[in-house]
């Protein structure tokens, strides 16, 4: 799988596993902001998010401040997890 | 001022069971020389968890209920058992006064039996299906344990069961002192009691609330609270009739409030407005200021987001005072006892202000400097005198209860006195109502396979018929962004809710909300627990994880309308409707709010269906087993009268009497009112049932139609609530001009009248 299609497939788990009702997940930008004013997503959404990576991608998401930064974009989600399974 | 100004509500016992101790004294001494009682878990299977330390109930005997798997006790009601009578007995409610006396009993929870329901959950996940095991899945109602010490320690004339997660031991105090205060009651047991379970400790560890590490509020390098468990139960009654029967006030409960953030499912709102407010409002009620507190015992869970919100609050709320004030949590040594916290934590203020001994914050090495508060690390301290304290307590949903214990028999300005019905500072309309005060039912509706119906189109719902397998879509009634984290019966509650407040056009500030539900989220709870089981504790969903709380639907409605008054859930099996119903009226006639919403919202649940279906068959309840379940919910506005009038709002009915009863249904229906001369009057039921009709039968209503609701939709726990907007509806629109609503169940019963006005 490419970066774009792990992106599409990350923009499909959003609305999914975030029940973002009615959002086409390809009107999702691959830079814009997932928390606060982006997406309006919050920590705990975070979280759910962050089960559903390991499960579904197979890769865990480590906690605090290295989060943050991988879960700043759907490009560094897609990013992140194409680095950790390249290794 | 009536005599109630004059005659505070004193704690006259206490019990406790908790990790320090199976008892107060126990506890205490522990408390006090800063003992913990946390340790890794034992009671079941930690492996896989993210943090695994929990503060836990051991090495005491418990006491033993029945053998019977469906009348045994769960450990959160053989600790409830345990604690309730502890406080029963020094305050000296002997079997002599109980049958004297009219004494209730209010209890909080969250778990219910949880610990026992996941080994029939693990089994069902080895054999889907199995019969015996589905037969016993319902055993543990959140309403077992009030029923078992009902049946063991009563009999009480009332017992509630309620439900405001990490809050709903510090609420049953609430609702106690609202029966005290009307009269209606002599004394009250009331308190909290949650058996730890691994739904929790999962659960929590997805949310990444605990810390790896025993809990540590306040400190700096805090990372989440440790799960605790126990039961604390305390006896109110006013202080004459103590007196007057040789009781000594240990304490009073001088002040209480309780409001909802109406911000985030789990997160508290970081600015402590509402908190602080709170505070505010119950130092007001008790005729105190700051300079009177001593003491504050802190919700303190060790969380980030908690203690920084919190000490936010007490700055906010205690202003100059705050430097003064020793600060301490007692969840650093037993952990966060969740549904029994606030009950537990006010018998140990309670205890403070009685020994005039400050109980320490465990664990506290290096005070987080950004938090200002004057600590208590690690051991007590006796001090001259705690004049007053306070006791937080903040659950899921932003659900928000602050206490006030005093000195008893101190000299106080003013007494005790109403309360300003609303969060202070959070520009709320300037209304207020006295206790006792009229209450109208101002708006009303019901959601389910009827579609959505507001008061007047709910009027003739009895007569139709709808099919009760109809799917039931709540989505285009509710914004979708805002609605994406409400799970089916918040959605189906939030529909009702939002369609009786909007007919109603009431404001929504300082709104309260009462939502009745019997069995929670029982296919929740077993699809969290089967993923468990299945993938283990990391595979556990934090999203779902706060939908699984008794409380949530309530707490995710508040959210939802921005209501941000009193909210809570309550459970009574088949009248989990009428409960809340009653609940909600007695908040508005308490004048602890002037608008709050009872109701109910039950979807069909595979499990429930399953299990009522054979559970029914064949039991003296031929309707229920016929009848096919269905996703229904309903709410009724209730408002003080006068505020009502004052906004011209249109007035459905007069709630011109409202009783519950358990056993003592006898006294309860003498009092009932009988149908006026020349007026069109109907019992407007749930569902007809023969027990029903004999109650019906001993009451002057006997003569009047019946209307039932079950018929028309189909059967559902929170037709009690659709009962109620019914009849509303029906002396709304003329057809009727009053109505006995009448809800029964195993032993329990409600009668609301309403009237044209």
């Avoid at chain 2, 090495?59 to 469906?70: H, I, K, M, N, S």
């Avoid at chain 2, 309860?668 to 019906?696: H, K, M, W």
Wanted: proline letters at 5%; one cysteine or more.
């Amino acid at each position: 799988m490419n970066v774009g299609e792990l992106r599409s497939q990350i923009k499909g788990l959003l609305v999914t596993e975030l029940n973002l009702k009615g959002r086409d997940p390809a009107t999702i930008e691959d830079d814009a902001p997932l928390f606060g004013a982006g997406l309006g997503l919050d920590s705990l959404d975070a979280l759910q998010l962050a089960m559903t990576i390991e499960e579904k991608l197979g890769v865990r998401i480590p906690e605090g401040d290295e989060a943050r930064a991988i879960f700043k974009s759907v490009r560094a989600i897609a990013d992140h997890v194409a680095k950790v399974r390249s290794a | 001022m009536s005599d109630r100004a004059s005659d505070p509500l004193s704690v006259t016992g206490l019990g406790l069971v908790t990790p320090l101790g199976p008892n107060a004294e126990a506890t205490w001494s522990r408390l006090v020389k800063g003992e913990r009682a946390i340790r890794p878990v034992t009671l079941f299977d930690a492996a896989g968890q993210r943090a695994s330390f929990a503060a836990e109930v051991r090495d005491v005997d418990l006491p033993a209920g029945p053998r019977d798997v469906t009348a045994a006790w769960s450990r959160t009601s053989a600790m409830a058992m345990s604690a309730a009578g502890e406080a029963m007995r020094m305050a000296g409610l002997t079997a002599g006064l109980r049958s004297t006396r009219r004494i209730g009993l209010v209890v909080g929870g969250t778990t219910g039996g949880m610990f026992e329901t996941e080994r029939l959950l693990a089994r069902l996940h080895a054999e889907p299906g199995c019969r015996e095991v589905l037969a016993d899945m319902l055993s543990h109602p959140l309403t077992a344990t009030g029923d078992r010490l009902d049946e063991r320690l009563g009999p009480f004339c009332r017992v509630r069961t309620l439900s405001s997660a990490c809050s709903s031991g510090a609420n049953a105090l609430i609702v106690a002192a609202g029966w005290l205060l009307s009269g209606e009651v002599d004394a009250v047991v009331a308190g909290g009691s949650d058996g730890l379970c691994r739904l929790t400790l999962t659960g929590f560890n997805a949310i990444a609330a605990i810390d790896p590490e025993p809990c540590r509020p306040f400190d700096r390098k805090r990372r989440g609270t440790t799960l605790g468990e126990g039961a604390g139960f305390l006896v109110l009654e006013r202080e004459s009739s103590a007196r007057a029967r040789g009781a000594t006030p240990v304490a009073e409960l001088a002040g209480w409030a309780l409001g909802s953030e109406s911000h985030h499912i789990t997160n508290p709102d970081p600015d402590g407005a509402v908190v602080a407010a709170l505070i505010g409002r119950a130092l007001d009620r008790s005729g105190l200021t700051p300079a009177d507190v001593d003491y504050v015992n802190a919700h303190g869970t060790g969380t980030i987001a908690n203690d920084r919100m919190e000490a936010v609050a007490l700055a906010r709320a205690l202003g100059g005072e705050i430097g003064r004030v020793p600060v301490s949590s007692s969840k650093g040594q037993i952990g966060h006892t969740l549904g029994a916290a606030g009950a537990i934590e006010a018998a140990i203020t309670a205890l403070v202000v009685a020994r005039r001994t400050i109980v320490p914050t465990g664990g506290l090495d290096e005070p987080d400097p950004a938090l200002e508060l004057l600590h208590v690390p690690h051991v007590g301290r006796e001090v001259p005198r705690v004049r007053a304290a306070l006791s937080n307590a903040f659950g899921f949903g932003g659900m928000d209860t602050v206490l006030v214990f005093a000195e008893p028999s101190r000299e106080r300005r003013g007494g005790l006195r109403p309360s300003s019905a609303a969060p202070r500072g959070l520009n709320v309309a300037e209304e207020q109502t006295a206790a006792g005060a009229a209450v109208v039912v101002t708006g009303a509706a019901v959601f389910g396979p009827c579609g959505r119906l507001g008061a007047d189109e709910c009027a003739d719902l009895p007569e139709r018929r709808f099919d009760a397998g109809a799917v039931v879509d709540a989505d285009g009634f509710l914004d979708a962004a805002r609605a994406r984290r409400l799970d089916r019966a918040a959605c189906l509650g939030a529909v009702a809710v939002e369609h009786a407040l909007n007919d109603s056009k009431a404001p929504r500030d300082g709104v309260g909300v009462v939502l009745g539900s019997s069995f929670g989220s029982v296919d929740g709870c077993a699809a969290f627990m089967h993923r468990i089981f299945q993938k283990g504790p990391r595979s556990a969903s934090p999203a779902e994880f706060p939908n699984l709380v008794p409380s949530a639907a309530v707490g995710h409605v508040s959210i939802y309308g921005g209501l941000n008054g009193p909210a809570f859930g309550t459970a009574d099996l088949a009248t989990s409707g009428e409960s809340a119903v009653v609940q909600a009226w007695q908040l508005v006639s308490g004048g602890e709010a002037v608008r709050v919403v009872g109701g109910s919202a039950e979807p069909r649940g595979d499990i429930a269906e399953r299990v009522l279906s054979g559970l029914f068959d064949g039991i003296d309840a031929p309707v229920r087993s016929v009848a096919a379940r269905a996703d229904v919910a309903a709410a009724v506005l209730l408002e003080a009268e006068e505020a009502a009038r004052a906004r011209g709002g249109r007035i459905l009915a007069r709630v011109e009497q409202v009783l519950e009863w358990r056993a003592d249904r006898a006294l309860s229906l003498a009092a009932l009112r009988a149908p006026r001369a020349a007026r069109r009057s109907e019992v407007v039921q749930a569902r007809v049932t023969p027990s029903g009709e004999q109650l019906v039968a001993e009451t002057a209503w006997r003569g009047c139609p019946r209307v039932a609701c079950a018929p028309a939709l189909g059967e559902s726990d929170a037709l009690g609530a659709v009962a109620v907007a019914v009849a509303a509806g029906r002396i709304a629109t003329g057809r009727i001009d009053e109505a006995l609503v009448l809800g029964v169940a195993q032993g329990r019963g409600y009668a609301i009248v309403l009237a044209a006005v």
